[in-house]
């Protein structure tokens, strides 16, 4: 089955930097674009970034535009996000997600939390 597992959260102190990591198994990872999600504290999801199947086509949200980098390595199903010049409105709780046959799947997510 699709298993997505988030890790490389923290805490970290404005400014600073941090790479969250996804490793996916259970689908053949090349065919499918991934993305981050990350749910703020109220519980709101909101939509970081995304990336075509073959790594070719990046988008992100205006919160992390030039700041955040989303990347996959398809030989080893790795999905990457570097987050650098953190702020505190970046804590949350971040998803890596994909959608299969209309279907979403995430992880259990791993938490970041920004503070002086």
């Known amino acids: 089955q699709v298993q997505l597992v988030e890790s490389g959260g923290g805490f970290v102190q404005p400014g600073g930097s941090l790479r969250l990591s996804c490793a996916a198994s259970?689908?053949?990872?090349?065919?499918?674009?991934m993305s981050w999600v990350r749910q703020l504290p109220g519980e709101v999801i909101e939509s970081v970034s995304s990336?075509?199947?073959?790594?070719?086509?990046?988008t992100y949200s205006p919160y992390v535009e030039g700041r955040f980098t989303i990347s996959r390595d398809n030989d080893e199903n790795m999905l990457y996000l570097q987050m650098d010049s953190l702020k505190p409105e970046d804590t949350a709780l971040y998803f890596c997600?994909?959608?299969?046959?209309?279907?979403?799947?995430r992880g259990q997510g791993t938490r970041v939390s920004v503070s002086p």
């Open positions: 259970g689908f053949t990872f090349r065919m499918y674009a």
């Open positions: 990336i075509n199947f073959d790594g070719t086509t990046t």
């Open positions: 997600q994909c959608i299969i046959l209309g279907q979403q799947f």
